[in-house]
């Protein structure tokens, strides 16, 4: 089952159970100290253990905090949470791909490039430290779209429509996205915004400015499909319009180039260039009968 | 990125509908008219008195009727979808050095194939089209279509500029009606997407051998006899629309009649 799920092959972590002979290795991280200052690249050197992966290499690092040089430096700061790939909050680059780091077995990246790491932070988000970024964007789109079953209320309406399996199976995968940020990451369309509190301007205010400029970009892959997943739910469905209506507001689907980056590197494989495709349909529908209905 | 209020420009309020209207004035009637254009020319294989006669039918609407549907159908829905592919383009960023997928580096080859038709158009319209003769350009004569059609493609820089042109217009159809279907919503699925691919390189690689055996018939075309022939015909139409006195047999050097 979970290796049809892989389209027949292995997941990548199973598929071989080789080590490296090596003592240690280096990582390169692109450092910044805070939002809008310039970054720069640290060496650290880590002593290799089996089993490593990213966040546990960067644990030692952090600990060490310092540098290949012996100068003592600021432990390097980085997202993680689930460490089991279903949180998101682990994204960055890692020897220039978008993925999470506590999946990224370092003994799987010495085979690609032994005895040396690349690590930066998400290229499309605000840095707010080191390897930490400001990905409100991304869960700003997801409120746009409405994602989520309009259930809120005091009564019980009881039990839930049935659902065929072929309509749960084509929802399922769309219910696996974690909001990591990979598709957005290696969208050509999806550029970056970084917004700069003025010296006049309250925090509500810049906040305000923020979600506004955020509104107006487009939204992503990942807020199409989770569009389409609510949409397709009985009972999400109800405001099927409304999230339509977002993805044909500025920033909306039509901003999609077909690059099809994000169906590449999606960590859970979710059919986003179908979901978009849907999403062409359905809006290109509901625009044209908005226009007759009124 | 500007900030707007919360309706935004004309632009902005209407982002959807106009991309729309891109993508189907890209396939309905810039692209269809492409196809067109090319057949005409391709039918030069033939013989030039078939492509003079497919000229002369697009001709027979009259001078009047021919710039109308020339700007309605052409001129307007190509720099419409010209400025605002301009637009599309300016708003991202290619990435194809970092992700190197197929349908990515496709993404930036419909980019720059766009910019190239751009300035392909551009230059051919000057070097075809009747209006920049005054200008020493438009060598285009649809009473000479072929003899002036081949004398303008005669020269190497030339050949190689419209066979770049051509091969980028074709990549350009041929991938935005595959990028249409998904933004339209018509292949949906990874599987329909992957015939679709294979279904619209088809009719790319037609379209593609289609423009450039025009040109190689541009290429060898008699001028000698073609202008012969021209001057027949011009001389049969007059003297049709009784303007002029039937020309006599030593005049056509070659007798079309008894020639069969």
């Known amino acids: 089952m979970l290796f049809d799920y892989f389209g027949g092959q292995c997941p990548p972590y199973a598929m071989s159970d080789q080590h490296p002979e090596i003592d240690s290795f280096e990582v390169r991280v692109l450092r910044q100290d805070a939002p809008g200052e310039r970054s720069r690249w640290e060496r650290h050197r880590v002593t290799y253990e089996r089993d490593m992966n990213v966040i546990s290499a960067l644990q030692k690092i952090a600990a060490q905090a310092e540098t290949v040089d012996g100068q003592p430096v600021a432990p390097v700061c980085w997202d993680s949470n689930c460490l089991e790939e279903v949180c998101g909050a682990c994204t960055m680059l890692i020897n220039g791909r978008t993925r999470q780091a506590c999946t990224a077995l370092i003994d799987r990246l010495m085979e690609d490039c032994p005895g040396e790491i690349e690590l930066r932070p998400m290229s499309k988000f605000p840095v707010i430290r080191d390897l930490v970024v400001d990905r409100t964007r991304l869960f700003r789109a997801l409120t746009k779209v409405k994602a989520w079953v309009p259930v809120d209320g005091y009564l019980d309406r009881g039990q839930g429509p049935l659902r065929s399996m072929e309509e749960q199976q084509q929802s399922y995968p769309l219910s696996e996205c974690m909001s990591c940020g990979c598709c957005l990451e290696a969208c050509p369309q999806y550029t970056k915004i970084e917004s700069t509190q003025d010296e006049s301007e309250s925090d509500e205010d810049f906040s305000a400015r923020k979600s506004a400029t955020y509104d107006s970009a487009f939204v992503g892959a990942h807020a199409i499909s989770q569009a389409v997943l609510f949409n397709t739910n009985p009972i999400g469905k109800f405001i099927a319009g409304e999230r339509l209506d977002a993805l044909t507001g500025p920033g909306g689907i039509q901003m999609c180039g077909n690059a099809q980056n994000c169906v590449a590197v999606c960590p859970k494989e979710i059919p986003l260039t179908t979901s978009i495709a849907r999403a062409g349909r359905s809006t290109t529908l509901h625009v044209l009968k908005k226009w007759f209905d009124r | ?260």
């Open chain 2, 1 to 260: 990125m500007t900030d707007t209020g919360p309706q935004g420009s004309f632009l902005v309020r209407h982002d959807f509908l106009i991309r729309r209207l891109h993508s189907l004035s890209g396939l309905v009637p810039v692209g269809a008219y492409m196809v067109v254009h090319l057949l005409v020319n391709s039918s030069i294989l033939a013989s030039t008195t078939i492509f003079q006669d497919n000229v002369d039918r697009i001709h027979s609407v009259g001078p009047v009727a021919l710039q109308v549907i020339e700007w309605v159908f052409i001129f307007i829905p190509i720099l419409f979808h010209a400025v605002f592919g301009v637009v599309i383009i300016a708003g991202g960023v290619p990435n194809t050095g970092e992700y190197r997928y197929g349908s990515n580096i496709r993404y930036t080859l419909q980019r720059a194939t766009g910019i190239i038709a751009f300035f392909f158009i551009a230059w051919h319209l000057w070097h075809m089209h009747h209006y920049f003769a005054p200008l020493g350009g438009g060598n285009f004569q649809h009473q000479h279509a072929s003899s002036s059609a081949a004398i303008a493609l005669s020269s190497l820089p030339v050949k190689i500029g419209y066979a770049v042109g051509v091969l980028a217009c074709c990549f350009h159809l041929a991938n935005g009606l595959w990028t249409m279907g998904i933004t339209w919503g018509v292949w949906t699925s990874p599987r329909a997407q992957k015939h679709a691919t294979t279904v619209c390189a088809v009719f790319g690689i037609g379209l593609a051998c289609l423009g450039l055996s025009a040109m190689s018939g541009f290429g060898d075309v008699d001028i000698k006899a073609a202008e012969e022939m021209e001057r027949l015909r011009i001389q049969e139409k007059k003297y049709i629309e009784g303007k002029e006195e039937r020309p006599t047999n030593s005049r056509r050097g070659v007798d079309r009649d008894s020639g069969g």
